[in-house]
């Protein structure tokens, strides 16, 4: 079985803190995923990985980073955290598509809830 | 950026009905659809995948995908209220080889005794 960890179920900050969620998977995969959910905006994809030290932005990037210095291990970092940082993050990896269909599917870990005050 | 709507719900069936999500796409390329399960405070988990037109079985759970209509449902057979949950459709991006999926918001299920 995929097992992804994170590294806190809930985390309370202070405003203007720098703020390091991690993310560990087991599987070997390649791709590893940052996402953000809120009620009624659904699930927002803020960075993803496709290697080591490789990143691409997903759709809402600003304020935060990632870093991805080995293969299973992939971090969001909130450089000065604001309270409309407050939400689930979401850590999810899957393999590399290699062209079939089933090689997208993506493994969640638990969730971090944060709570910027 | 790739649309993925999914009725907004929330849906409520008694328990013993057919629960029926359905999800649009607006990629027609896409070759799979994927269906997570969310429990409230809980993180999405996989529960069904969908690569090829028709339907696809899975205990009391049927994907069904009609790529013409760009359109796949999610039917739950004998709904349990332990099937309360919010259903997360989702697509991949095939114009990259980075793996990402789209995701719907999600339509909440309630299953009531």
Redesign the interface.
């Known amino acids: 079985d995929v097992k992804v960890t994170q590294s806190s179920r809930y985390l309370v900050k202070r405003t203007g803190e720098k703020v390091f969620l991690e993310c560990v998977q087991d599987m070997d995969h ?2 590893m ?1 940052w996402y953000r959910q809120d009620p ?4 927002r ?1 803020i960075y ?1 990985s ?1 290697d080591v030290k490789m990143k ?1 932005k ?2 809402i990037p600003e304020g935060y980073s990632v870093s991805r210095e080995k293969k299973e291990r992939f971090s969001l970092i909130l450089e000065s955290a604001s309270t409309n940082q407050t939400s689930m993050y ?1 850590c999810a990896s ?4 290699r062209g079939l ?11 971090t809830r944060l709570t910027v005050t | 950026q790739k649309e993925v709507e999914q009725n907004s719900g929330p849906l409520s069936v008694p328990e013993g009905a057919i629960a029926s999500l359905n999800c649009t796409y607006s990629d027609r390329v896409s070759q799979s659809f994927f269906w997570y399960r969310q429990y409230s405070g809980k993180s999405p988990e996989l529960i069904m995948s969908i690569y090829s037109n028709g339907d696809k079985e899975d205990g009391r759970f049927t994907a069904q995908l009609n790529k013409a209509s760009q359109y796949v449902s999610l039917l739950i057979r004998d709904s349990q209220p332990s099937d309360s949950a919010t259903y997360l459709c989702a697509v991949p991006d095939r114009g990259s080889t980075l793996g990402r999926l789209y995701f719907g918001r999600g339509t909440q299920l309630t299953v009531w005794p």
């Open positions: 390649e791709n995923f009624g905006l659904g699930l994809l993803f496709y691409e997903g759709d979401l899957s393999i590399q598509p269909a089933e090689t997208y599917e993506q493994y969640f870990g638990p969730g």
